[in-house]
């Protein structure tokens, strides 16, 4: 594990690259301070460790600024290899549909998401809402395929909804696809 002051997370709440940061550092058990940025007036630390895009994610180890957040998370798997689970398959392939999917998910269904509150007019609010939902769409049946219909994120989603509907909570037993709709 990361010891004290070894590891600094630069973010915003709201920012989903941020929060993709924030997961590899959780998912590797990895200990780390978190510094709120006011994006509006950004702090001197931020400046000096993103001076080309003075943006979050920043994670700083040692005092080295890592920056954009699938830089991030690969440099988090790699350094601390050691460390929790991988980030990413061992396989090749399955590390290269990853990262596809990694990417899709970051210009497909972010993007317009994030499009969908900064729109001037309902039109093209609801223009944005329709590409996000088709993307999530052929995210939801790509992760389907490659996990062979038995995606962990997959299962647990419906077993939450299958539990709500039977006024139980958690995840509870199994449940077909055709259920949850």
């Known amino acids: 594990m990361a010891g004290d002051g070894e590891l600094k997370l630069l973010g915003l709440w709201a920012s989903p690259y941020v929060t993709r940061a924030k997961l590899a550092l959780e998912i590797k ?32 180890h040692h005092g080295k600024p890592v920056c954009e957040s699938s ?28 990262r596809f999917w990694a990417a899709y998910l970051e210009d497909k269904v972010v993007t317009p998401w994030g499009r969908m509150f900064r729109v001037k007019n309902e039109e093209e609010k609801a223009e944005a809402m329709r590409q996000t939902i088709a993307a999530v769409d052929a995210l939801e049946e790509g992760l389907k395929e490659c996990s062979g219909g038995q995606g962990a994120l997959l299962r647990r989603r419906e077993r939450r909804v299958r539990g709500r509907a039977s006024g139980r909570h958690g995840l509870v037993g199994k449940s077909n696809r055709n259920d949850v709709r």
């Open 29 to 60: 058990g990895l200990s780390y301070e978190y510094v709120e940025e006011d994006l509006s007036n950004k702090s001197e630390l931020l400046l000096s460790s993103n001076p080309v895009h003075k943006a979050v994610p920043v994670l700083i």
């Open 71 to 98: 830089v991030v998370v690969q440099y988090i798997d790699e350094a601390f290899a050691g460390t929790g689970p991988s980030l990413l398959p061992a396989d090749r392939y399955e590390r290269a549909v990853a």
